[in-house]
């Protein structure tokens, strides 16, 4: 009873925001970091963050994810001083920008700071799994999403071993979804990101897009495969040049159930679903 109530979940409680889950839905990235793997550019200026911010919300994103800390593979922890100052100056500009703000942090810290100052989602990484992470949620209004991560950024790509990756993500995902609960989290809060790239090697990630209708079960998913290794080593592609396949892998996540995408490059997202939703509803009405 539980998984079939968290299934029909349609709408994602953030904070000021309900969000429909009718369609799928476009997460704009703003890295705010000097080591993001999408472009090694340094972010870390807020006037360019905050420009950039606001050029994905013209093209379209539904959603703003900001970051500070970079979780690339090999990536070193930062303090939590320093990812809330890169990311509270974006987060204080872009609180009114009329979409739902998240801030991606692993920290207990950040993430009671963030609330304070108005961010409507927290995007833990780590699955709130640090201690007080889940207290620093549960008395607010805020959207979670829960990713799976194998091991942390610093060596999480060394060796990924999994038995069964989509029943050990599943897993993960029930528990950290009953602990959440049990703290006051509503389903109609939750979304849950199996971390493709994140303790993973090729064929786990996979798996794990492949298995993405069993996953879904225990309410609605994010899903990132912007730009990521997984894309790169089908492809033979170098990062700026793994648009094409992030675009295909988008649209066979969302065939497969996706209620949000997490992706660098929104007009190209909005396009390819724009596109990819009139030949679906031609399909359906055909049939």
Not at 63 to 69: M, P, S, V
Not at 72 to 96: F, H, Q
Not at 110 to 123: P, S, T
Not at 254 to 275: N, Q, S
């Amino acid at each position: 009873m539980e998984q079939r109530q968290a299934a029909a979940v349609r709408e994602w409680m953030c904070g000021r925001f309900r969000l429909a889950l009718g369609r799928p839905l476009i997460m704009g990235i703003v890295n705010v970091t000097p080591d993001s793997f999408s472009d090694r550019r340094d972010r870390t200026d807020p006037v360019e963050a905050i420009e950039w911010a606001r050029r994905l919300i013209d093209e379209g994103a539904d959603l703003l994810d900001i970051g500070g800390e970079s979780t690339r593979p090999g990536a070193p922890p930062v303090a939590a001083s320093l990812e809330l100052d890169r990311v509270l100056p974006v987060l204080s500009a872009m609180r009114d920008c009329g979409v739902p703000v998240s801030i991606d942090t692993r920290k207990p810290e950040v993430m009671r700071e963030a609330l304070a100052h108005g961010a409507d989602i927290i995007n833990d990484v780590g699955g709130f799994t640090a201690p007080g992470a889940i207290e620093a949620v549960a008395a607010s209004a805020c959207g979670v999403c829960i990713m799976h991560m194998q091991g942390d950024p610093a060596t999480m790509q060394q060796a990924p071993d999994y038995g069964d990756v989509v029943t050990e993500v599943s897993g993960f995902f029930a528990d950290q979804r009953t602990a959440l609960a049990r703290a006051g989290v509503k389903p109609e809060r939750m979304m849950f990101d199996p971390g493709i790239g994140f303790g993973k090697a090729l064929e786990h990630n996979l798996a794990l897009l492949r298995g993405l209708r069993s996953l879904g079960n225990l309410g609605p998913l994010l899903i990132g495969v912007s730009r990521k290794s997984v894309i790169g080593k089908l492809t033979g592609r170098e990062v700026g040049d793994r648009l094409a396949g992030s675009l295909a892998a988008m649209l066979a996540a969302v065939r497969e159930g996706a209620a949000v995408v997490r992706v660098h490059d929104v007009a190209a997202t909005r396009d390819a679903l724009t596109v990819w939703g009139a030949l679906s509803q031609e399909a359906s009405h055909g049939a």
